[in-house]
Antibody, heavy 119, light 107 residues
């Protein structure tokens, strides 16, 4: 069974930093692209970032480019999202998600971790 | 970036009825559209990818159609568990984008 477990969320002040982690299990992690998707309270889904299977290629939403960095450690079956210069509008549940076989469709999701940016 | 506009914002129907949800893209995305279902308090679930392919384990009452800029998700006979929010997503161009969602509620 595919499992994705996010951690690292919490309350942070504007301008601060946070690193999210996502521990994967139940599949061959090193073979799959991974994504982060966020959802502000009561709002819709917003794609944040994607990393390919060996970490060579990454993509970002314009709203986070230059502030967020996605990375992965295939030895630890973990994907990360380093978030710097956080803003109020970054407040959201952040979902770690698995790509459907190199397609940019998302076929498995974690339960999410809440990030709250507030002073 | 490609903007996806979903309609209607809210759809009120009864179990047993047919649901038709629409997604329109701001430019042609060929057939690169997917649909997700999200129930309250849960993560989304992939229903349809590449416009018309059902994801693993998705019941046959869910179907997708369309190409270019206009796409449709149809639920042929609504079951009580189908009442949720539905999002479309495109993978034609970076950044990946989602529609704003259609809430399917019980009438």
């Amino acid at each position: 069974e595919v499992q994705l477990v996010e951690s690292g969320g919490g309350l942070v002040q504007p301008g601060g930093s946070l690193r999210l982690s996502c521990a994967a299990s139940g599949f061959s992690f090193s073979s799959f692209w991974m994504h982060w998707v966020r959802q502000a309270p009561g709002k819709g889904l917003v794609w944040v970032s994607r990393i390919d299977s060996d970490g060579s290629y990454t993509n970002y939403a314009d709203s986070v480019k230059g502030r967020f960095t996605i990375s992965r450690d295939n030895a630890k079956n973990t994907v990360y999202l380093q978030m710097n210069s956080l803003r109020d509008e970054d407040t959201a549940v952040y979902y770690c998600a698995r790509d459907l076989k190199v397609t940019n469709w998302i076929d498995s999701w974690g339960q999410g971790t809440l990030v709250t940016v507030s002073s | 970036e490609i903007v996806l506009t979903q309609s209607p914002a809210t759809l009120s129907l009864s179990p047993g009825e047919r649901a038709t949800l629409s997604c329109r893209a701001s430019q042609s995305i060929s057939g690169y559209l997917g649909w997700y279902q999200q129930k309250r308090g849960q993560a989304p679930r992939l229903l349809i990818y590449d416009a018309s392919n059902r994801a693993t384990g998705i019941p046959a009452r869910f179907s997708g159609s369309g190409s270019g800029t206009d796409f449709t998700l149809t639920i042929s006979i609504l079951e009580p568990e189908d009442f949720a929010v539905y999002y479309c997503q495109q993978r034609s161009q970076w950044p990946l984008t989602f529609g704003q969602g259609t809430r399917l509620e019980i009438k």
